[in-house]
């Protein structure tokens, strides 16, 4: 892959360099789980993968993309607000050339921080393979515009990371009796992979992140998947948000704790938990019929299985908190994001993104 760009080098290394030099430009770099996966486990043989309809019902091509949603997800949506180009997933053949100064998404359904997590969807992206992906990007733009353009452009881009649910539901919770919990109790899991998660958040600073933006889980006993299995009355599963509730607020500590240990604000927290236990609790205040029932699914609450062709159907998404057992809409995740653009402390710690762009724009 390399000596075929670099054959192509001489025509847009021109082009390439004042993209690199322009104020205007800046990468955007993602990793994590199905949350913000944009088509990686496509190219994958995996069964976590969302490219049969109606996936993609509401996106531009109204086409399955990989997403996990009916329309864009939380990457997409903070590219837009941002005015930047959409990341490509870094497995596209289409990702090449001048694309890859816009950055790459890395993220790959079905993982979480341990590398045992997931396992049953086969094929994935597990975390430290996409840190090495990173680094092969790395490599590949710098056979194009040279270290020190790459450095310069890895520096300044903005990261995003969304991991850990998948180690509750996908792993812990997974089954009765699961080989982590016989292992663990909840409290010194949780612990755990918070150590194991800090390595990953200081690796990907040891590889250039400088604004990296890291959010917790949401409120995953509310979840339809969770209420279809668990529930009774529609009420959220007291197990798992207890999980929530330990696993958060040691993150955003650990996160306090790096930011420290390096003397800058590197890291910024996003509450996700309570992002989405606001239109959880009332969905009718954001203008959701309900926070408990799929718009696509099956079973109790549309939250049985992935959604397929066969599914039942909301007509109006946008009613909707939940596109299918797991995932925000559209609508619900535009909510997310304008809480991480403008949210105050509560939401973001220690401050939100449109403050970070602001402040790096006096740079």
């Known amino acids: 892959m390399a ?22 430009t800046r990468a955007f770099f993602v990793f994590g789980d199905s949350l913000v996966d944009n088509g990686n486990n496509d190219f994958l043989a995996t ?42 997933p870094y497995l596209s053949p289409l990702l090449m050339g001048e694309k890859l100064l816009v950055g790459a998404n890395f993220a790959s359904a079905g993982i979480g921080i341990l590398n045992d997590t997931g396992f049953q969807f086969l094929n994935i992206i597990h975390m430290y393979k996409q840190l090495k992906l990173f680094q092969h990007y ?13 450095k310069k452009l890895v520096n300044k881009a903005l990261v995003l990371i969304t991991l850990g649910g998948n180690d509750f539901v996908n792993n812990y919770y997974l089954v009765p009796y699961s080989a982590r919990s016989r292992q663990y109790s909840l409290p010194d899991y949780v612990t755990y992979i918070i150590s194991e998660y800090r390595k990953i958040l200081r690796r990907i600073y040891d590889l250039g992140g400088r604004r990296i933006l890291v959010t917790g889980t949401g409120s995953m006993g509310c979840v339809p998947a969770e209420l ?27 996160i306090k704790g790096l930011n420290k240990e390096i003397g800058a604000d590197v890291f910024v ?38 959604c397929t ?16 057992a797991f ?33 790096d724009s006096n740079v």
Request: hydrophobic share 35%; charged share 15%; proline share 7%.
């Open 3 to 24: 000596s075929s760009l670099l054959f192509g080098c001489c025509v847009i290394v021109t082009s390439l360099f004042m993209a690199v030099d322009s104020t205007q």
């Open 47 to 88: 069964t976590a993968r969302a490219d049969a309809p109606p996936y993609g019902i509401d996106f531009p091509t109204h086409k399955p993309t990989g997403r996990f949603s009916n329309g864009l997800n939380i990457p997409d949506l903070i590219s837009e607000q941002l005015g930047l180009e959409p990341t490509m």
């Open 138 to 150: 790395q490599q590949r733009l710098s056979a194009q515009i040279g270290p020190e353009g790459t």
């Open 228 to 254: 279809a299995l668990r529930s009774r009355n529609g009420e959220c599963d007291v197990e798992l948000q207890r999980a929530a509730a330990l696993y958060n607020p040691q993150l955003v500590e650990m």
């Open 269 to 306: 927290a996003a509450n996700a938990y309570q992002m989405h236990m606001d239109f959880v609790s009332n969905p009718q205040a954001y203008g959701f019929v309900t926070s408990k029932i799929a718009c696509c699914g099956q079973g109790p609450y549309n939250g049985i299985g992935l």
């Open 309 to 324: 062709p066969l599914s039942n159907l909301c007509h109006n998404r946008d009613l909707y908190a939940f596109w299918d």
């Open 327 to 359: 995932h925000p809409s559209e609508k619900a995740s535009r909510i997310i994001v304008q809480q991480i653009l403008t949210g105050s402390t509560h939401y973001m710690h220690p401050m939100n993104l449109s403050t970070i762009m602001a402040l």
